[in-house]
């Protein structure tokens, strides 16, 4: 191999920290509808001229992934800091510049191969276990399904490919809780939105000291040089939220409603948001 590409793989010392991004690019082509001949359509994004001279002036192809040699209709160029050059690296291939090292990328190979290898062998060594890898696999990849029980059906794969084995149990809980996870990120997303919406209209914090009233919605012990404190995060009615200490005395949980005094101070890059500090209790229901 040319020393001059292999420096750039995985073969030849290839360093994933050492490639600043310059420019992406898709050279596929759009054609015109009425365009009958299927001729005269224009790159959905081409590169710039300048950028095509300059890898091309430096011996590497911008139709080729310079790290793996695969042929390509887009992607970007990187800038290799040691040497300056100019090189073309796909999409797929752009991921591995997430890793540190050319070593960490030939572990993560290993290990995926080790993974996929114990999952052929649970598939060849009973029948029973092929439909629940194809469903774990199925809601691994189903972007309607919750990031947590995404990573549930992951773990769930792993052990599977590693101990050739699932309990009924287990098998049960991941079924359940991805069939219901649609309609429960259905929820979060319209809560949010109902949220937003309401946020939006919301008028903004003065500041002064004077009453308020709301529902808590988290609570987080928080240290600093004046000692341990415990800190909520307090919703209005109206939309708008505030952050501070939990008044002396106030045996307060999260979803309690809670009545203060305090002096409060919006937030500079949010009018919607303020802090508060010297809180009085008025008053507090407890959650049912």
């Given at each position: 191999m040319d020393l001059k590409i292999s420096k750039h793989r995985l073969s030849g010392g290839f360093d994933p920290q050492a490639y600043n991004f310059i420019e992406a690019f898709d050279h596929?082509?759009?054609?015109?509808?009425?365009?009958?001949?299927?001729?005269?359509?224009?790159?959905?994004?081409?590169?710039?001229?300048?950028?095509?001279?300059?890898?091309?002036?430096?011996?590497?192809?911008?139709?080729?992934?310079?790290?793996?040699?695969?042929?390509?209709?887009?992607?970007?160029?990187?800038?290799?800091?040691p040497s300056g050059e100019h090189v073309v690296i796909g999409s797929t291939c752009v991921n591995r510049l997430e890793f540190e090292s050319a070593s960490e990328i030939i572990a993560a190979h290993k290990e995926n191969r080790l993974y996929i290898s114990g999952l052929r062998k649970a598939m060849r060594r009973s029948w029973r276990w092929k439909p629940v890898i194809s469903f774990l696999e199925a809601a691994?990849?189903?972007?309607?399904?919750?990031?947590?029980?995404?990573?549930?059906?992951?773990?769930?794969?792993?052990?599977?490919?590693?101990?050739?084995?699932?309990?009924?149990?287990?098998?049960?809980f991941v079924r359940k809780i991805?069939?219901?996870?649609?309609?429960?990120?259905?929820?979060?997303k319209a809560r949010k939105e109902a949220d937003e919406a309401m946020r939006k209209n919301a008028p903004?914090?003065?500041?002064?000291?004077?009453?308020?009233?709301?529902?808590?919605?988290?609570?987080k012990?928080?240290?600093?040089?004046?000692?341990?404190?415990?800190?909520?995060?307090?919703?209005?009615?109206?939309?708008?939220k505030c952050w501070g200490t939990v008044p002396s005395g106030a045996a307060a949980e999260r979803g309690d409603r809670i009545e203060i005094r305090a002096?409060?101070?919006?937030?500079?890059?949010?009018?919607?948001?303020?802090?508060?500090?010297?809180?009085?209790?008025?008053?507090?229901?407890?959650?049912?």
């Open positions: 596929r082509v759009i054609y015109a509808s009425d365009d009958e001949d299927g001729g005269g359509g224009d790159p959905i994004d081409p590169l710039p001229p300048y950028l095509q001279r300059a890898v091309q002036s430096e011996g590497y192809s911008i139709d080729h992934c310079t790290h793996c040699g695969a042929a390509l209709k887009a992607g970007a160029v990187f800038e290799h800091e691994c990849n189903n972007e309607a399904v919750g990031s947590w029980e995404r990573g549930i059906a992951e773990d769930m794969l792993r052990k599977l490919s590693r101990y050739f084995s699932l309990s009924r149990k287990q098998i049960a991805v069939e219901e996870s649609p309609e429960k990120e259905a929820k979060i903004d914090w003065e500041s002064g000291r004077y009453e308020i009233e709301g529902k808590i919605l988290s609570l012990s928080v240290e600093s040089d004046w000692g341990r404190s415990l800190k909520c995060l307090i919703q209005l009615d109206d939309g708008r002096t409060f101070s919006p937030a500079p890059d949010d009018s919607k948001f303020a802090f508060y500090k010297r809180p009085k209790l008025i008053d507090i229901v407890e959650t049912p």
